[in-house]
């Protein structure tokens, strides 16, 4: 079996800016929290989809923020997409699918403890992580834990990290720490780019095993002593970096193989939730993806 597990912070972000505006009768805008329960469904309709967990960054701040100031917010984001962070949560546990709120924690934290966990069960054929975030190629190992981008329908396996950023999914933390991510806050160390990191990590793998003399080097890459010191006067900044970008396997992920197993709709929705969203469509929705599906008469 393969177990799938969602990014879905990244689909309610996707819905937000791509799925149309809608609004309840009390005036609640819901337009995101539908366009991801649509995706979601798209999901589970495929044949080969019986395993499936979501997780959500419940607030956007983490353990992470302790160590960098610098570190994301939520400041910045609309507050109609806001808004519809927890809503988004509710109808996902209406559409019968576990979900993992994070608080302390990240939603890219639960999706690679999730990972690391489910891969290690002999009865796991594949443990397919449903986003792009570059991030989360970390957690890649050969092919029994791949990245899946939904949008362009791309699997990276570790073959495909190697080919898109030139260093093996462990080195990853290591080359964002050198290259910086704008999205999670922090800068990277200056004059490295994605070239010049993927050259010397591919040779060297780990930042501590990079020489701060360019002349040890034993790989050649082009501005190799402005590199070298930079990195010098700046390690300890690169490893809190690489600290960042790691991402933990201790996340609160309870449930056990079977309760990741999708039956449809749940049996026992928060029936305010249900009526606050408009979820009677989509529940009904649902489960006829998973009549559907039980006939085997699904896509895929």
Not at 91 to 119: I, K, N, Q, S, Y
Not at 155 to 177: C, E, I, Q
Not at 246 to 272: I, K, M, N, Y
Request: proline share 5%; aromatic share 8%; with cysteine.
């Amino acid at each position: 079996m393969k177990v799938h597990v969602v990014d879905g912070t990244f689909e309610l972000f996707r819905a937000y800016f791509g799925a149309p505006s809608r609004t309840t009768a009390e005036g609640f805008e819901v337009g995101a929290v539908h366009g991801l329960a649509r995706s979601l469904l798209a999901l589970l309709g495929e044949r080969d989809v019986t395993h499936v967990a979501i997780a959500f960054d419940h607030v956007i701040e983490s353990f992470r923020n302790d160590l960098y100031p610098g570190y994301k917010t939520g400041d910045g984001i609309d507050p109609k997409l806001f808004a519809q962070f927890w809503p988004a949560e509710d109808a996902c546990r209406a559409l019968g699918v576990v979900t993992w709120p994070m608080v302390e924690f990240e939603c890219d934290d639960a999706l690679a403890t999730a990972a690391a966990r489910f891969a290690a069960l002999p009865e796991v054929e594949q443990v397919v992580i449903c986003s792009p975030d570059k991030d989360l190629a970390q957690c890649v190992r050969g092919a029994r834990v791949v990245c899946l981008d939904r949008m362009r329908n791309k699997v990276l396996d570790a073959d495909g990290v190697r080919a898109k950023f030139g260093v093996d999914p462990a080195s990853m933390p290591d080359w964002l720490a050198l290259v910086g991510d704008t999205a999670d806050g922090y800068p990277g160390i200056p004059r490295w780019g994605a070239k010049s990191a993927s050259a010397a990590l591919a040779e060297y793998e780990r930042l501590e095993r990079i020489p701060d003399d360019a002349a040890a080097w034993t790989v050649k890459v082009r501005g190799a002593a402005a590199l070298a010191q930079s990195l010098a006067e700046r390690r300890s900044e690169a490893l809190l970096y690489r600290q960042l970008a790691t991402l933990r396997e201790d996340a609160p992920v309870a449930e056990a193989l079977d309760a990741l197993r999708w039956r449809g709709p749940s049996r026992s929705p928060d029936p305010t939730a249900v009526l606050r969203l408009e979820l009677d469509g989509l529940l009904e929705r649902a489960a006829d993806v998973a009549g559907r599906k039980a006939s085997g008469a699904t896509k895929g």
